[in-house]
């Protein structure tokens, strides 16, 4: 595999506040990579340097290709309609819209609606077909799912599996665990500035370990208990709680917050 993009010891600051502090990595063609970090963790401003929005203080990012950009926060003429933004966009690429394409985001389902009718989902697919419009063969998607439904989301991972099948390098920014996890073929945290990983989904467990939080809410009150060992751990509690006949009023179980991945990171640091 070769290298999309390439980025060495980059910095950038907004005044005294460093944000950027030196970020190395490298990403390889074909690959969707993501760009994890809680709020205010530096993603957007590390996606807007590498997509030349952004002035960076000081480093050296390459980026082999044509690039397509979603930012993260967009917006179109409240009344201008999705084919007669995808034209406008695509003339001003110089390229023919591509129907096929637009098909595949349904936005032929949107098409009589004007902008501000759309759902944000709706707005969303818009968004990235017009960051698809030029065939680039780079995508960068800041925050794609921010504020979408389960479907919504499901049916975008779905879009931007199709793009990797056709060849395309997607560079992604999310806060969302989860979600990278299952999409993206390698994950860099980005912490206080710095990349405290990069590897894929399989080396971040091996890393800080396949911790599970199931929440339970039972009459006597809600618990929530931490385990490595998620189905030894549903039945033993299961079983226990029906022993007691405790009856179970809702159960949730998740992956852990970003914020709880990094405490236990630096623990093992730490050890
Ligand atoms: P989020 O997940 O909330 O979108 P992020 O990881 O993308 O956050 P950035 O938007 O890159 O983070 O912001 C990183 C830090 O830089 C934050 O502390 C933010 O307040 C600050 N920052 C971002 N843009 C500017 C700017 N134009 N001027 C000054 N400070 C800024």
């Given at each position: ?24 990595f ?54 201008i309609r999705p ?8 003339k001003?690429n ?6 096929a394409?637009?098909?595949?985001f ?6 009589k609606?004007?902008?501000?009718q ?11 077909a ?27 991972h ?8 056709h060849g ?5 920014a ?10 993206c ?39 929530v ?47």
């Open positions: 595999m070769s290298s999309a993009i390439q980025v060495r010891e980059l910095k950038k600051s907004y005044g005294s506040h460093m944000v950027l502090k030196g970020l190395d490298q990403i390889e063609k074909g690959e969707i990579f993501a760009l994890l970090g809680v709020n205010g963790a530096g993603k957007t401003t590390a996606l807007e340097c590498i997509e030349g929005l952004r002035k960076y203080d000081s480093g050296v990012v390459t980026v082999n290709g044509k690039m397509g950009i979603q930012l993260q926060l967009s917006s179109l003429p409240a009344h084919m007669e933004a995808i034209r406008l966009f695509a001003w110089h390229v023919k819209s591509d129907y394409m637009l098909d595949a349904g936005i032929k389902e949107i098409e609606k004007r902008y501000i759309l759902s944000t989902g709706q707005k969303r697919r818009l968004h990235l017009l960051a698809l419009i030029s065939n680039p063969d780079v995508i960068f998607l800041d925050e794609p799912t921010a504020g979408l439904d389960v479907e919504g989301r499901l049916s975008l779905e879009q931007i599996r199709k793009l990797k099948s395309k390098t997607i560079v992604l999310s806060h969302d665990m989860a979600e990278v996890e299952t999409l073929d390698r994950i860099a945290i980005l912490n206080n500035g710095t990349i405290v990983f990069c590897g894929t989904a399989l080396e971040l467990t091996d890393t800080v370990g396949r911790k599970y939080f199931i929440h339970v809410k039972t009459q006597q009150g809600d618990r208990f931490e385990t490595d060992h998620i189905e030894d751990t549903l039945i033993s509690l299961l079983g226990e709680l029906k022993q007691k006949k405790i009856h179970v009023l809702d159960m949730k179980v998740d992956r852990g917050t970003l914020e709880q991945h990094f405490i236990e990171m630096a623990r093992r640091e730490a050890e």
